[in-house]
């Protein structure tokens, strides 16, 4: 079951808002968490933010990532500092961990629909067959336009995020990832309130689509640069963190 950690509430503007990438990162360096909501939409429209977005949709936009981002106090802040440490190309990565946490149905797309078939070797993800799954999930209420409308925002959250490729017709691929960015997800997912020895087997390790013996040596990377004792194997990725929570972490990198 979801931890506090997994946001279960979901906001509709799913369908319009996608992973967003260059929209995620302005947001992160610009974004200020001590201000009230609409002044920073004022902000983000005044300063285009998200280019030439109109005051709706930088609203909208502004109030979708905050949910996505702004997830306790202080933590914007360690994400924006950990931004200055990490690997550029990871960003996709560290965007796609922060859906997984946020939304529902990217978290059941990534997690579940995608894990499932990635470990069956049925790489293809046809768009109906998606759409169908996905219509088990929304509410009934939901018109079949509207599932296929959800269907496609999250398939191409999926491809912007790095674990889908190609546009008519998607595979689903498993990219990289790299041990400070690894690092983060275990420390984070501490900070929101799930233990690091929880992590194998739940939404985030199954959205990584990395079998256990892939990500092994990243675990043990991060043993030896000290940031977490490594008390897993083949079978079972545990750890014991060894810094006193995620701005303790980032001091050390």
Request: hydrophobic share 40%.
């Amino acid at each position: 079951m979801p931890t506090e950690a997994y946001l279960t509430a979901h906001t509709s503007d799913l369908h319009k808002i996608g992973a967003n990438l260059p929209e995620a990162r302005e947001f992160l360096l610009a974004y200020d968490p001590a201000l009230k909501s609409e002044v920073n939409v004022e902000r983000a429209f005044q300063n285009r933010w998200y280019g030439n977005a109109s005051m709706g949709v930088c609203g909208r936009t502004t109030r979708h990532l905050a949910r996505r981002f702004d997830r306790a106090p202080g933590y914007l802040l360690l994400l924006r500092a950990f931004l200055g440490k990490m690997d550029s190309a990871q960003f996709p990565q560290l965007n796609h961990f922060h859906m997984v946490l946020a939304d529902k149905y990217y978290r059941w797309a990534a997690s579940d629909f995608l894990a499932a078939r990635f470990s069956d070797g049925r790489l293809e993800v046809p768009k109906a067959t998606f759409d169908d799954a996905l219509a088990t999930q929304l509410p009934t209420t939901i018109s079949r336009g509207g599932v296929a409308r959800y269907g496609r925002n999250l398939l191409t959250s999926l491809r912007d995020n790095g674990y889908l490729e190609g546009r008519a017709e998607k595979e689903i691929r498993s990219p990289a990832i790299d041990v400070r960015t690894l690092g983060w997800f275990l420390y984070a997912l501490q900070a929101l309130g799930q233990g690091s020895g929880d992590f194998d087997g739940s939404p985030v390790y199954r959205a990584l689509l990395k079998p256990r013996n892939l990500l092994l040596p990243t675990f043990v990377e991060g043993e030896r640069l000290g940031w977490w004792e490594f008390a897993g194997d083949r079978n079972k990725l545990s750890v014991h963190l060894k810094h006193a929570g995620l701005a303790a972490w980032l001091e050390a990198l």
